[in-house]
């Protein structure tokens, strides 16, 4: 089955903590993409990148940081600096930008 | 002024209506539209995609581009029950390499 992955569904996260969010795909897309979505509000783009070793900051990069070492996978750190953390994380890839994005299950990020 | 700006609505119709969703943006340069449905605690899936002024039509769904007015429409024939849902309109920036999605509009179909 092609897709995309995201693990783990909940995570729950203690003040001064890092935690850091899984995005698999194995669709061989180029592009991938972190958005963070808050109750009421669209979806905010943390993080992008278009090829392997390459990523570009989004609206709200802020507190985050990412990695693309492997095509398949972009996984997303949420470090102690991002203040108010809790949301829905939502991770998207596509063929190239600029075209259509798939995105995968997301993670529910809590604070103890 | 906000990229993407949709009604958030709640907006009801009752089963078997048309629902329309509406949705305006503000970067003119922009060339790729998309509609996505969001159900409660679910991750966005694709409705349609439409890049040419006028209509498309997929099933009982249909997807308008005006381009000089900036404002791209989803209309939903014979709503059913399962439509109820978010729907979320996105569009590419003016570089392409990232979309601005609106905040939704909140759909419930009643039997």
């Known amino acids: 089955d092609g897709g995309i992955t995201q693990s783990p569904k909940y995570l729950f996260r203690k003040e001064g903590q890092n935690v850091t969010l899984s995005c698999e795909q194995n669709?061989?897309?180029?592009?991938m993409y972190w958005y963070r979505q808050d109750p009421g509000q669209g979806l905010r783009l943390i993080y992008y990148s278009q090829i392997v070793n390459d990523f570009q900051k989004g609206d709200i990069a802020e507190g985050y940081s990412v990695s693309r070492e492997k095509k398949e996978s972009f996984p997303l750190t949420v470090t102690s600096a991002q203040k108010n953390p809790t949301a829905f994380y939502l991770c998207?890839?596509?063929?190239?930008?600029?075209?259509?994005?798939?995105f995968g299950p997301g993670t529910r990020l809590l604070v103890l | 002024q906000k990229e993407v700006e949709q009604n958030s609505g709640p907006l009801s119709v009752p089963e078997g209506a048309i629902a329309s969703l509406n949705c305006t943006y503000s970067d003119r340069v922009s060339q790729s539209f998309f509609w996505y449905r969001q159900y409660s605690g679910k991750s966005p899936e694709l409705i349609m995609s439409?890049?040419?002024?006028g209509d498309k039509e997929d099933g009982r769904f249909t997807a308008q581009l005006n381009k000089a007015s900036q404002y791209v429409s989803l209309l939903i024939r014979d709503s059913q029950p399962s439509d109820s849902a978010t729907y979320l309109c996105?569009?590419?920036?003016?570089?392409?390499?990232?979309?601005?999605f609106g905040t939704g509009t909140s759909l419930t179909v009643i039997p």
């Open positions: 669709l061989n897309h180029d592009a």
């Open positions: 998207a890839s596509s063929p190239r930008t600029r075209e259509t994005q798939y």
């Open positions: 996105a569009v590419n920036s003016h570089t392409g390499n990232q979309f601005y």
């Open positions: 439409i890049y040419s002024n």
